[in-house]
């Protein structure tokens, strides 16, 4: 069993290197951002809780955020292992985390600030269904339109250069207390983000010992 967190400022490809790390080792990508977002959509309790707290312009509580990662590791549906993205963002979540679980080693994407403004501002939504896509590295097929179901692709609300600069400043007054804490206890691996998705998780396996990347095709 291989268990890992995932760690990395916007856009530096924590979502697509937990998905390659996952499709090849057969792991569960646990994304509390996805947990979230399946909430609000499916408009349970906990989605109303937090449809609330993002409209006030709030950031979801501590409380809240370990609830749900207690509630999803619960589920055990991870038989080989996980890769947990989103979570820890702090040092009470992680000193949380670390009273309750092990892992076997802390990925760090490392990534220059203006390289994140770069891939985050070519970010795009689809206004229908949801689906992720960018500019730079995802494009449609059809400029402007969803490849699933033909949507309007839209700009995300809170991806503007001003919200982005809080929310990187916010990432490095927090990633390096929780960085500091994880290495007293666990096995940090810090990775330069900025090549191929490919190269990246190729990186990421040699730091971790595991079998190389082959990538589709």
């Given at each position: 069993m291989r268990k890992y967190v995932i760690m990395g400022a916007q856009g530096s490809g924590k979502g697509t290197q937990s998905e390659l790390l996952c499709r090849g080792l057969d792991l569960?990508?646990?994304?509390v951002g996805a947990v979230f977002r399946w909430h609000v959509k499916n408009r349970t309790k906990l989605g109303?809780?937090?449809?609330?707290?993002?409209?006030?312009?709030e950031l979801v509580g501590d409380d809240l955020v370990e609830d749900v990662v207690r509630e999803r590791l619960a589920q055990h549906d991870w038989n080989h292992g996980f890769v947990l993205d989103g979570f820890p963002r702090n040092r009470r979540q992680a000193e949380f985390f670390l009273e309750s679980y092990d892992v076997d080693a802390v990925i760090?994407?490392?990534?220059?600030?203006?390289e994140v403004r770069r891939r985050v501002l070519a970010r795009r939504l689809c206004s229908r269904c949801g689906q992720d896509y960018n500019l730079i590295s995802r494009r449609p097929e059809v400029e402007g339109r969803c490849?699933?179901?033909?949507?309007?692709?839209?700009?995300?609300?809170?991806?503007?250069?001003?919200?982005?600069?809080?929310?990187?400043?916010?990432h490095h007054r927090t990633t390096g207390p929780?960085?500091?804490?994880?290495?007293?206890?666990?096995?940090?691996?810090?990775?330069?983000?900025?090549?191929?998705?490919?190269?990246?998780?190729?990186?990421?396996?040699?730091?971790?010992?595991?079998?190389?990347?082959?990538?589709?095709?």
């Open positions: 569960v990508h646990i994304s109303a809780r937090v449809r609330r707290l993002v409209t006030a312009g760090h994407l490392d990534l220059p600030d203006e490849d699933v179901c033909g949507g309007e692709l839209v700009t995300r609300a809170d991806d503007t250069p001003e919200a982005l600069d809080r929310r990187l400043a916010d929780v960085l500091e804490l994880f290495r007293r206890k666990e096995h940090v691996v810090t990775v330069d983000a900025s090549a191929g998705m490919d190269a990246v998780q190729q990186r990421v396996r040699d730091r971790l010992g595991l079998p190389p990347h082959l990538p589709p095709g």
